[in-house]
T-cell receptor
Framework: DQQVKQNSPSLSVQEGRISILNCDYT??????FLWYKKYPAEGPTFLIS?????DKNEDGRFTVFLNKSAKHLSLHIVPSQPGDSAVYFC????????????FGQGTELSVKP | ETGVTQSPTHLIKTRGQQVTLRCSSQ?????VSWYQQALGQGPQFIFQ???????GRGNFPPRFSGLQFPNYSSELNVNALELDDSALYLC???????????????FGEGSRLTVL
């Protein structure tokens, strides 16, 4: 039972363009959503998060959008840079179980110069 | 400020053996969570430790067990290893049990376990 899904295993984008990574979830009890980035041979690092009471959160080049009615969130990276090439994981948590994150399968982003 | 460190980074075991993985949490963090990441998948929550007690567990059998020490470091023990236990094991620390409310988990680089 995959509660958090990232249906695109990979995405290729030209440098300077927008990257859009998508994530769907099934559990309406989730109230906090996060994006992590992972480079090879490194642990995941936190990128950006959003509470379920918001529909948008922005941090520099990164913006996360949440559509609760569709149970969908997306991460926008503008402009994309070659250093953004990594695997991106969407994750969700509920209530006071913040340490128990439910991760998606990940999307490998490749930004071409 | 030191980050989360894990050891060993790589190890190979045979089916039926036992393994212990270690994790030192980030300075100032008192909560440790363990995750298993199989190839091509996202990390899966195993359990969390807070103040030396298990504070939440995922869908893993009892042969997965853990410890947290007074200095907040932690161990993950897996008994009777199976081939499907081959994975990257990630440790993450946080400054409170909830972890992500207003913050996030800080992950180590992981321990890559291969079971033959």
């Amino acid at each position: 039972d995959q509660q958090v899904k990232q249906n695109s295993p990979s995405l290729s984008v030209q440098e300077g363009r927008i990257s859009i990574l998508n994530c769907d979830y099934t559990n309406s009890m989730f109230d906090y959503f996060l994006w992590y980035k992972k480079y090879p041979a490194e642990g995941p690092t936190f990128l950006i998060s959003i509470s379920s009471i918001k529909d948008k959160n922005e941090d520099g080049r990164f913006t996360v959008f949440l559509n609760k009615s569709a149970k969908h969130l997306s991460l926008h990276i503008v402009p994309s840079q070659p250093g953004d090439s990594a695997v991106y994981f969407c994750a969700a948590s509920k209530g006071n179980q913040g340490g128990k994150l439910i991760f998606g399968q990940g999307t490998e982003l490749s930004v071409k110069p | 400020e030191t980050g989360v460190t894990q050891s060993p980074t790589h190890l190979i075991k045979t089916r039926g053996q036992q393994v212990t993985l270690r994790c030192s949490s980030q300075s100032g963090h008192n909560t440790v969570s363990w995750y298993q990441q199989a190839l091509g998948q996202g990390p899966q929550f195993i359990f969390q430790y807070y103040r030396e007690e298990e504070n939440g567990r995922g869908n893993f059998p009892p042969r997965f067990s853990g410890l947290q020490f007074p200095n907040y470091s932690s161990e993950l023990n897996v008994n009777a290893l199976e081939l499907d236990d081959s994975a990257l094991y990630l440790c993450a620390s946080s400054s409170e049990p909830a972890g992500v409310l207003g913050g996030e988990l800080f992950f180590g680089e992981g321990s890559r376990l291969t079971v033959l």
